[in-house]
């Protein structure tokens, strides 16, 4: 009986319920010692004095580390597009080398101590003088000064057909819209946090990474010796979604200082420091513009971004993605623009770019459709493509029409009374609305081996990332499968990077890129065995006279690191000049709206989702859920304050950072069509990522439909609509 859909529990439940699973901050070590950051006051500058005299004289301080003492530490590599892994650095700053300051918040000392009351005490007490220099750090006065973020292999700046401007001018009915998105962060259960020792010239480190190899490979580069010295430990991370992606100052600073005092140093982040020396979503303004003539058919649509990096790095979000999928226009033209800032880099967070992107083009839709007087889901299925619009490429998989004809006759979207303000319950303002989900799908090289035991019993092992998403379920349930074995009698080895290498969580590519591999290596082991359909495999190994059979798969095999890799990237692309793939989605929501107060409440929610082939139930459940849920926080709450004269984040805390809570969160029902695309491992497409597309659009919607008030800005706060 196969094992895959099936909603079996995660196998690392028990130890976190437990508490038996340790995360980062939980190994201890003989002479353990704990550290602080001192963070900068100015958004620019040059140090001019450090004052670590008081600091120093506290009792159990280990040491004071600033650019005047810390050991030497090579800069980050720059970013190349054939070597991936360059991508890993949140920033250019070679921490503790230099009297520089680029951002308000940047690490210019770190403390150790023998506990971390001291560590934190002494670190308060460092006094820092500077030289300030003109910075600039408001995203709204440097909107018009960004640049053309140019194509490249990673992201796609322009793109181009037709002359969407003249369709635009010549459209029977038309919107020229602007929307804007604020600073996000993202908040992860457990804050970033790192314990390291070094024995010699070996460094162990436990960090809460959504990347072992990346780290790893960044690590040793940075401290000058072989990427086998260092060892990557993370099989319990409380959470990433984007944020713990890159290497961050806390990491690096964590291994210098356990360098530099020669004891083991763990370094955890207080919740204020993620904000201050960790990059969260960038902000945006978009223009998009529809033209349609009478018959509802688009003819032009024009899609341009400004968003924000560092000056010291972050990396363009592809905000207008989606753009080049979701219709079928006649004309299209898309433009992302960059602003540099002397802020932390922006970091990926959840669906970046497309998270964003879709609130700008399904808000215009949506207002599209009612300058027709169309229904927004006819409106829709009237624009959706049989091809890619933007250039002609077949969709590998696309059943979006599906999941909205499914969707709203579950949700009950033929009671919807079109017009604004229509529809009551009691004193309350009843609204509905929808939006499209849209996020590519991914596959990566990833490396395993899998061992099969006379006994029956089942390893798999690969250096793939745990951050709660049931990723160690969803590889055993497809290794049980593809042997025949039970679900139990598979075991996972991940989270180290003593095992085979795998590709980051991120992007909703972990599954699918791990699971090609799983499925080639279990191929190749019934080979070996020369196993039929049917056949007991632990009996075949029995017969064979072995204890176990062993097979590997993956770009690694056979290849250096950086051929392989390079190999698989080229085939990767030669896939994409093919098809578009992706997941996608269908979200309903319904709202209610005090009429005095202008109080939002979400009262229903139902999102049908065409995801490729499901792996288990259970966790992809949770994973569209926790998408819609951050997408709630995206539309009504949530937004990083970033004081536009100093660069200083003002609310850098769950205090003041309003994050949804149970009351602000609906019944969610969540479904999927649960059919493969035919190519990708198992046809699955990634289910991490696309539930939050779309939701902010979806919210909008139904507020509009409520009040008759359109918001363009995020988020949709009682102030804008009283």
């Known amino acids: 009986m196969t094992m895959l859909g099936k909603p079996l529990d995660r196998v690392d439940g028990g130890p976190k319920t437990t508490g038996a699973a340790k995360f980062s901050a939980e190994y201890p070590y003989p002479g353990l010692t704990h550290a602080a950051l001192v963070h900068a006051t100015v958004s620019r500058g040059r140090i001019t004095g450090i004052e670590t005299t008081a600091a120093a004289a506290v009792p159990g301080v280990v040491a004071v580390l600033t650019h005047h003492n810390a050991p ?33 918040g940047q690490p210019v000392a770190v403390v150790v101590a023998e506990t971390l009351d001291a560590a934190r005490e002494a670190a308060s007490l460092v006094r820092v003088s500077y030289e300030v220099l003109p910075a600039i750090v408001d995203f709204a006065a440097e909107e018009d000064n960004a640049r053309p973020q140019p194509n490249s292999p990673i992201s796609q700046g322009f793109a181009k057909k037709g002359d969407a401007e003249a369709a635009l001018a010549a459209a029977a009915v038309s919107v020229d819209l602007r929307f804007t998105t604020p600073p996000y962060h993202h908040n992860a259960i457990e804050p970033h946090a790192t314990t390291a020792v070094w024995d010699g010239d070996r460094l162990t480190v436990h960090d809460a990474t959504q990347s072992l190899d990346w780290f790893q490979r960044h690590l040793a580069r940075r401290f000058g010796i072989p990427v086998a010295n260092v060892r990557m430990l993370a099989p319990y991370v409380g959470g990433g979604f984007g944020g713990k992606g890159s290497i961050w100052a806390g990491t690096i600073l964590a291994a210098l200082a356990a360098r530099a005092t020669g004891r083991p140093v763990r370094l955890m982040l207080t919740r204020e420091g993620v904000y201050r020396t960790v990059g969260g979503r960038t902000p945006s303004t978009q223009r998009v513009a529809l033209g349609a003539g009478a018959d509802g058919r688009l003819t032009a649509l024009i899609h341009t971004s400004v968003a924000r990096t560092g000056r010291t790095g972050g990396n363009p979000e ?6 080049q ?51 927004p889901i006819e409106f829709r299925l009237r624009n959706e493509p049989a091809v890619n619009p933007l250039d002609g490429k077949q969709f590998s998989h696309r059943m979006l029409r599906e999941a909205y004809e499914l969707g709203a006759q579950r949700f009950g979207w033929a009671a919807r009374s079109p017009e604004p303000g229509s529809m009551r319950d009691g004193r309350w303002l009843v609204g509905m609305g929808v939006a499209s989900a849209y996020h590519p799908s991914w596959q990566f090289a990833a490396n395993v081996t899998v061992r099969l035991s006379a006994d029956g019993n089942v390893l798999l092992r690969c250096g793939f990332q745990e951050m709660g998403m049931g990723g160690a379920t969803a590889q055993a349930q497809i ?8 679900f139990d009698a598979v075991h996972v080895e991940y989270g180290d990077s003593t095992l085979p290498t795998a590709p980051g969580a991120g992007g909703s590519m972990q599954t699918a890129s791990v699971a090609g591999s799983v499925l080639a290596a279990c191929a190749k082991l019934r080979r070996a065995l020369r196993a039929g359909e049917g056949d007991d495999l632990p009996e075949l190994v029995r017969r064979s006279g072995k204890s176990f059979v062993e097979s590997a798969v993956g770009a690694d095999t056979g290849l250096g690191r950086a051929a392989g890799q390079v190999r698989f990237l080229g085939k990767m692309l030669r896939d994409r000049r093919r098809w578009v793939k992706a997941a996608a989605g269908a979200h309903f929501c319904e709202v209610r709206v005090d009429p005095d107060t202008a109080e939002v409440r979400l009262s229903r929610w139902l999102g049908m989702f065409d995801v490729g082939r499901v792996i288990n139930a259970k966790t992809t459940a949770s994973q569209l859920r926790g998408g819609i849920v951050m997408g709630i926080g995206m539309a009504l709450s949530e937004h990083t304050l970033v004081d536009p004269r100093t660069g200083r984040i003002m609310n850098p805390g769950l205090g003041e950072y309003h994050v949804p809570v149970h009351a602000d969160v609906p019944p969610i029902d969540v479904s999927w069509l649960d059919e493969p695309d035919p190519t990708m491992p198992l046809g699955l497409l990634g289910v991490g990522e696309v539930g939050i597309t779309g939701v902010a659009a979806a919210i909008a919607a139904a507020v509009h439909h409520a009040t008759g008030k359109r918001i363009r800005d995020l988020p949709i706060t009682l102030d804008k609509l009283l």
């Open 318 to 323: 592809q905000i207008t993605s989606q753009s």
């Open 479 to 486: 290794t049980a499968d593809a042997l025949g074995v039970p």
């Open 325 to 375: 999928h979701l219709y079928a226009a006649d004309n299209i033209l898309l433009r992302q623009h960059i602003a540099e800032l002397d802020l932390v880099p922006n970091t990926a967070m959840r669906a970046p770019g497309e998270s964003i992107g879709t609130f700008a083009l399904e808000s215009a839709i949506n207002e599209l459709a009612d300058r027709l007087g169309a229904d």
């Open 72 to 104: 030497p530490l090579k800069p980050p590599q720059k970013v190349s597009p054939l070597n991936l892994a360059t991508l890993v650095s949140g920033s250019s700053v070679n921490y503790l080398q230099a009297d520089e300051v680029h951002w308000d």
